[in-house]
């Protein structure tokens, strides 16, 4: 008997709504990259390498698990699966995977933190 795996409605709109909020750009910090400054911009940044400095964007901050922010991220959703070490501010939603690791403040409607992160610092939960 052959079983196909399959994806309930729950997790196929959970899906459909995280691609739009990822939106039509994104900008990619690569893997094994090193990067130091600033980034402001309005469409999604993907950090899988390591930044130093603050990320203001409007859109999406996603750090993948390879991914290294040394600095405060202002964003309107973050998705940690990786390493943050600073504030998040000004969130709508922030998530931090079972694999991710954040060192900082968290100041945001929605907080989701799974079992085995790691979260160093103080939950704000803000309107």
Do not use: H
Not at 21 to 31: D, F, H, K, M, Q
């Amino acid at each position: 008997m052959l079983f196909r795996k399959t994806k309930n409605a729950a997790a196929q709109k959970e899906e459909i709504e995280l691609a739009q909020e990822i939106g039509p750009a994104v900008t990619v910090i690569a893997p094994g990259t090193r990067f130091k400054g600033m980034i402001t911009g309005e469409d999604t940044v993907r950090i899988s390498g390591t930044f130093q400095g603050d990320v203001d964007c409007r859109r999406m901050v996603w750090v993948d698990r390879s991914g290294c922010v040394n600095g405060s991220v202002t964003a309107r959703r973050v998705i940690i699966e990786g390493e943050v070490n600073g504030d998040i501010k000004n969130a709508d939603r922030v998530e931090i995977r079972s694999n991710g690791r954040m060192v900082g403040n968290i100041y945001a409607a929605n907080i989701t933190i799974d079992q085995g992160c790691i979260f160093d610092g103080e939950a704000r939960i803000t309107r």
